[in-house]
């Protein structure tokens, strides 16, 4: 086990950054953070803040001389940057997790391989035939393999014939076509796993997304049990065959009653920030004592939780953007909230959540309607 007063370190020095190290901190280690924006939150929050990219030889170096364990807080860090860290000093998760993470195609395949559903897809690569492919992924998305996040770097595709403007559209990079599927509700799983192969895994949560961006996360989600059951099983049979040691989340749709595997995050998720006020244990500090060899704390939800995303669109647009009415939103009982410390609101920008707690869903649900409404969200959240 390493213990505190350790040091351990996360490459990414953003909002996910930002509560490991907060956790971290209040555990008594001492934190590092390697991202190269100067003004990263996870950075002014960390004892030291190394600016430098993440494959800097110099800062790789002095991270794995300086830090017990490090982790990292999302999947496009350099795989090769893990490897090198992992010579020196413990990595958690390790780059065979993060590799498959980093690739839509991989990452379909290997989920696939496990016996388990995912969208109906192809691998659209080079000069390809919209003929060739099965008619039935029309319409679809086509979605980069790499380094796509938040509704960017997709483009939808109504009929074959507009597949290769689309492709060209995303620069002709290695991609997927996902059939555009009937959302009957989405669905995520957040679970930590230990180094031997202990997992502890929070209460699904039900999503819903706008414009590709997480809008708002409920525990415990609305759906069938056998569904949410199945859910857990398959994210821990993927935690397994990674041999995944962290926190990690993996997103379902269900479509028809049919639940398939959309994508996995071997970090913590958005989806998850609800666990850091309606459960014993957050995702974050999970994930800092499954890189320290901790016992794993225990993920129930002691309070139905409803997360609100909040966007740099809030802010107003212009130069003279406006605070929204955070006493209105907190004056909701039950009502925490949460600011990333970014310095710039923009549109799409994830500036910060709030979450509401209650002992029942619909009063969770009902008072979060009420804080998205002092912040001028829709307050929509009961209809589902």
């Not at 409803?306 to 929204?324: I, R, S, Y």
């Not at 004056?331 to 209650?358: D, I, N, Q």
């Amino acid at each position: 086990m390493i213990l505190p007063p350790a040091t351990v370190g996360v490459l990414g020095g953003g909002q996910l950054g930002r509560f490991f190290v907060l956790a971290a901190r209040e555990h008594g280690y001492r934190t590092w953070v390697l991202d190269p924006d100067p003004g990263s939150p996870a950075g002014g929050a960390a004892h030291r803040h190394l600016v430098a990219a993440y494959d800097d030889d110099a800062a790789l170096e002095e991270v794995g001389e300086g830090c017990a364990a490090v982790t990292t807080e999302f999947e496009n860090v350099p795989a090769g940057a893990l490897d090198r860290l992992a010579a020196a000093t413990i990595v958690r998760p390790g780059s065979s997790s993060v590799r498959v993470c980093q690739d839509r195609i991989a990452e379909k395949a290997f989920v696939r391989d496990q016996g388990i559903a995912v969208v109906p897809h192809a691998v659209v690569e080079g000069d390809i035939d919209p003929a060739a492919l099965p008619p039935d992924l029309f319409p679809g998305i086509v979605k980069v393999a790499r380094l796509g996040y938040d509704g960017r770097g997709q483009v939808a595709v109504a009929e074959p014939g507009a597949l290769a403007a689309a492709h060209a559209q995303l620069g002709g990079a290695p991609a997927v076509l996902e059939r555009r599927v009937a959302l009957d509700v989405e669905l995520s799983v957040v679970l930590s796993r230990d180094p031997s192969g202990q997992v502890a895994v929070f209460p699904p949560a039900e999503n819903r997304h706008v414009g590709g961006i997480l809008d708002v996360s409920i525990v415990p989600a609305r759906v069938e049990e056998a569904i949410a059951a199945q859910a857990v099983a398959d994210a821990v049979a993927i935690a397994t065959a990674l041999d995944h040691v962290g926190t990690l989340a993996v997103e379902f749709f269900v479509s028809d009653g049919r639940l398939m595997v959309n994508e996995i995050a071997p970090r913590p998720h958005n989806s998850g920030h609800g666990t850091i006020d309606g459960c014993t244990t957050s995702q974050f500090e999970q994930q800092l004592r499954a890189l320290c060899g901790l016992p794993l704390g225990e993920p129930r939800a002691h309070s139905a939780n409803v997360m609100v995303n909040l966007l740099g669109d809030l802010w107003g647009d212009g130069d003279d953007p406006q605070e929204p009415d955070w006493a209105a939103m907190l004056a909701v009982p039950g009502a925490h909230l949460h600011l990333y410390g970014k310095s710039e609101a923009r549109p799409g920008r994830k500036m910060g959540h709030f979450t509401v707690v209650a002992d029942d869903l619909e009063v969770a649900l009902a008072r979060a309607d009420a804080g998205r409404a002092a912040v001028g969200l829709p307050p929509d959240l009961l209809g589902g």
